[in-house]
């Protein structure tokens, strides 16, 4: 089992930054895929950012690439979302997600095995 915490969420103004952190706990932490998800209301999931278990290239979302940078700390078990110049569009509940390592898309949410709870993000106009 992994659990996985998401904090640094929060109400921004469009253009303004944003941290999120991502803490896991309970399984070999640099085994595992990394992703960040996020979901609008009214409308689906959707994959933000990816880092494979053995791969220090991050996967982006076309939306986000150029603003958004995912990182990952295998001493501190934690994953990283810097987001810079946020826009409305932006407003989402974001998740962290890991999963186990293989060779799988890492863009698609379904081949995750764990979630967090997700933390708010509020982008005012």
């Known amino acids: 089992q992994v659990r996985l915490v998401e904090s640094g969420g929060g109400l921004v103004q469009a253009g303004g930054s944003l941290r999120l952190s991502c803490a896991a706990s309970g399984r070999t932490y640099s085994n595992l895929n990394m992703g960040w998800f996020r979901q609008a209301p009214g409308k689906e999931r959707e994959f933000v950012a990816a880092?494979?278990?053995?791969?220090?290239?991050?996967y982006y979302a076309d939306s986000v690439k150029g603003r958004f940078t995912m990182s990952r700390d295998n001493a501190k078990t934690t994953t990283y979302l810097q987001m810079e110049s946020l826009k409305p569009d932006d407003t989402a509940l974001y998740y962290c997600a890991a999963g186990l390592r293989g060779l799988y898309d890492v863009r698609v949410g379904r081949f995750y095995n764990y979630w967090g709870q997700g933390t708010q993000v509020l982008v005012s106009s």
């Open positions: 880092i494979r278990w053995n791969d220090d290239n991050p």
